[in-house]
């Protein structure tokens, strides 16, 4: 069914970023690349067994009848489409995280597929291709498909290619308030431009530094960062390229470096700070830059009082 953007009227939710990538097409003969146990499923040619109860009472309720088990047949590998990933990041009350999957739940005509395996915090997925028409939710690890949904998941369409993080906005607060950030390149717009040729970009986002406001200022200076080169310099970003200030990395705002292939280092300062890239950095970075590709540095903490990077290279 394409990507769901009705389900971007979830603003309280949801938050949305840009992120550059090509769609999983591929022909009928070789299905979009899933994760491996979602393929072992398919080439098992197996079915899953789903308890359905007749409703005898017209009220949804079972009314007594006996369970009627059906096989449902697991979904044909020439349906998958897209490309999705998701990123691990929520942090609970106390500072517990805890290790998730990915289901798409069971349809009318076809049995739940597990596509994301007891992904731990701090950790992406492989990217992975779903049937159109699948409901895609993150659930505790080992809670099935039928699990409690913890958030949705939106469902890469054709030509979509998606980086999911599963995080929360207070968990200081105890409140369970999942976010997904989408990253996409067609359907809307905001993904990077291509580097120019023999060059890379380094995609940086602060991907839950915002719900530990209090604590990582008091224990670094900040929980938004200015970007800098390593050498007291604020880094060049491309937005300056097209006449605008350049921006502080933290909340939904992301920073965009463009830069020649190979290690280099980006240091995060704390803002908010008249001294910029001058103050001492709260953490120095050693990215690899691709050679005319996109690689995706997420910013996050998992205590309220470090921060750390977790690095993810973008297929194109």
Known sequence: MGHQFARSTLAAALAISGLVGCGGGGGEAEPPPVLD???A?????????TSVVA???GDGSPGGAAPLVTELPLPDASEYEGSNRVVNLWVGPGG???PVDVWGRRTFT??????????????????????????LVVVGAGAGPDGEELAGV???????????IFTNDDPEGGVWAPNLWEATSEATGLAPAPPQRGSGVVYLFSANTRAFDETLTASIGGSSFYVGDGTATCAHQRVEDQGFQANVLGGTQDVQLELPPGPTTISLHPWFSPDDCDQPAALDVE???????????L???????????????VRS
């Open 37 to 39: 146990n979602a393929r």
């Open 41 to 49: 499923q398919l080439e098992s040619g197996g079915a899953t067994s």
């Open 55 to 57: 409703d005898t009472t």
């Open 96 to 98: 517990q995280t805890q």
């Open 110 to 135: 076809n049995g739940p597929i597990l596509l994301v395996d007891d992904l731990e915090f701090g950790e992406a997925s492989e990217y992975f291709a779903a049937p159109p028409g699948y409901s």
């Open 154 to 164: 939106f469902n890469a369409g054709p030509s979509d290619q998606l980086t999911m």
């Open 287 to 297: 990215v690899d830059v691709p050679v005319d590709g996109i690689v995706m540095v």
């Open 299 to 313: 910013v996050f903490s998992r205590d309220g009082e470090t921060i750390e990077t977790l690095e993810l290279p």
